[in-house]
């Protein structure tokens, strides 16, 4: 009898782990905009980023009152493409396709259990998490998701986050060091687990004041690339903590990381749409045990139009300052939506790095 309660156990357990593993931000989906007869104009200002409805949308448990989904297929993929300047001493010209992808996301139990699977072939990568709302304004969350709650860093028009959010500390920048010596990076993916709890909905983007406590069970890095942590670990890497208020599509909160090993995080950052116009900001501290520094980030895109944008973004960390202005394009409004982004980063001393990406979502 004793094999079998056993048995049971491990199965519940399973259970309980798939049904929280299913955790990433979720992007601009073509599957909502099928289910929903939308066009992308409706929830989104550029692809990504959300508009207040969108924002409301995704607050609500990716449903309104005055929308009756359609039956469609609950998935949506992208083919992805990215060219960059060409390495010194080169003329070969990279070309990534890491951003290719197929993912899902879906609510149940009217918007209190949400869903997220979002698999990256090329890259090899696999992103699941769930959040579920224990009451009106409670919610757990579990999986791979960012640490930042106030907003996704990854919804903007440019596709990349405020480099506030992901500090790098001069020499600590070296991938040859320990984890436990590279900084703390807000808007860094982890296997992790959240509670959230919030004067009105308590799901990402909701109106009101907002609290969080995140738990990783990783050394999230804050320089490491595409923003991937190390595997996750047996033992909780430490807890970052969140306040904040978001009013309409503005929002302004302040957060803190304290690690196990010695990491320490201090975080500002705001966000304030005027007209066409809307600027992001944010400023932090970060230490290890083998060093510290300061960050500042603006961003700054001007949107007249749904279908194209201009941007610049400041980046400052300690005595280094780059500076990367971009452009993009959308062709198509319905469930199917071709971008095109151009970036350049520009910095004193180095050649510019210039990226050239197309996406085509469906």
């Known amino acids: 009898m004793a094999p079998r309660l056993c048995l049971q156990a491990r199965v519940r357990a399973s259970l309980l782990v798939v049904c929280l593993a299913l955790s990433a931000a979720v992007r601009a989906t073509p ?53 960059s300047s060409p390495d010194e001493g080169s003329n070969a010209v990279p070309i990534s ?36 709302r224990i009451s009106d304004h409670v919610a757990i969350s579990a999986g791979r998701q960012p640490m930042i709650t106030q907003f996704d860093p990854g919804l903007t028009v440019s596709e990349s986050e405020l480099g506030a959010l992901a500090p790098v500390i001069g020499a600590l920048a070296d991938d040859d060091l320990d984890p436990s010596h590279h900084p703390f990076g807000a808007s860094s993916d982890a296997m992790s687990v959240r509670l959230v709890a919030g004067t009105g909905s308590p799901l990402p983007y909701a109106e009101g004041w907002t609290v969080a406590a995140t738990v990783p069970f990783s050394n999230v890095l804050g320089d490491s690339e595409d923003g991937i942590p190390f595997d996750a670990q047996s033992n909780p890497r430490g807890v970052y903590l969140e306040a904040y208020r978001r009013l309409g599509v503005d929002s302004l909160g302040i957060s ?17 749409q005027l007209g066409a116009f809307y600027v992001e900001a944010a400023a932090s501290y970060a230490s290890t045990s083998i060093g510290s520094g300061h960050a500042y980030s603006a961003s700054v895109d001007w949107t007249p139009k749904f279908n194209r944008s201009l941007g610049f973004r400041v980046d400052r960390f300690d005595d280094e300052t780059t ?19 151009l970036a350049s980063e520009l910095a004193s001393g180095a050649r510019p790095a210039t990226t050239l990406s197309a996406k085509f979502r469906f």
């Open 256 to 272: 803190s990381f304290f690690g196990k090993d010695g990491r320490r995080f201090y975080g500002f950052t705001g966000q304030h």
């Open 97 to 132: 396709w890491d951003d290719t992808s197929i993912a899902s996301a879906e609510s149940f139990m009217k918007g209190r259990l949400l869903y997220h699977v979002h698999w990256m072939p090329v890259a090899h990568e696999l992103e699941l998490s769930a959040t579920a």
């Open 31 to 83: 599957q909502f905009a099928r289910e929903t007869g939308l066009a992308c104009a409706s929830c989104h200002s550029f692809i990504p980023r959300l508009n207040a409805y969108g924002q409301k949308f995704f607050a609500n448990g990716f449903r309104m009152p005055d929308i009756k989904k359609k039956p469609s297929v609950p998935a949506w993929a992208a083919i992805a493409a990215e060219a």
């Open 323 to 341: 500076y990367t202005p971009f452009a993009g394009v959308v062709i198509g409004k319905g469930p199917t939506a071709f971008k095109i982004l």
